[in-house]
């Protein structure tokens, strides 16, 4: 059970690094921005939820590192902004058709970035590996 859930942990962030180049492309303009964030947020919260689920399975929940409180501590600040923003709607989701400046985004990257740093201890190249696929996609078909 264990190694199934290793598995498809490393490729959902495998393919959360090999899709979310392809949507960054020039081919997807301001009024498509949306579903490039929902899948920022749908594969964040899978990644992270199949971590937790790990991190439960094997009982080793680690203790946050400096770093790690940083990135916590920027997020809470961005979220305690956001809720004494002047229009929330627009601190939330972003502006109308560009939603890239949001704390939908920010708490995406954070869950990204716990998932990933306590997904392994050893580094892994698959990632890297589909990354470098999707540039080449990407290069191949001219955007």
């Given amino acids: 059970m264990n190694s199934r ?11 959360l690094v090999f ?3 392809i949507f960054w492309v020039p081919f997807f303009f301001e009024a498509w921005e949306f579903p490039k964030q929902i899948l920022l947020l749908s594969l964040s919260l899978l990644i992270f ?7 439960f399975l094997q009982r080793s ?13 920027f997020l809470l600040i961005a979220v305690l902004a956001s809720i004494f923003s ?5 601190s939330l989701f972003g502006f109308y058709g560009r939603f890239s400046d949001s704390l939908l985004n920010l708490i995406s990257l ?18 890297l590996k589909a990354f470098l696929l999707s540039g ?3 290069t191949i078909l001219g955007y």
């Fill in 110 to 127: 954070g869950l990204i970035f716990f998932s990933v740093s306590r997904s392994s201890k050893e580094p892994d190249v698959r990632p």
């Fill in 49 to 55: 939820t199949l971590s937790l689920i790990k991190a």
């Fill in 86 to 90: 002047v229009d929330r709607i627009f």
């Fill in 61 to 73: 929940f680690k203790i946050l590192w400096p770093f790690d409180a940083l990135v916590l501590g």
């Fill in 5 to 15: 859930l290793d598995r498809i942990l490393n490729y959902s962030i495998c393919l």
């Fill in 136 to 138: 080449l996609l990407i």
């Fill in 19 to 21: 899709l979310l180049p």
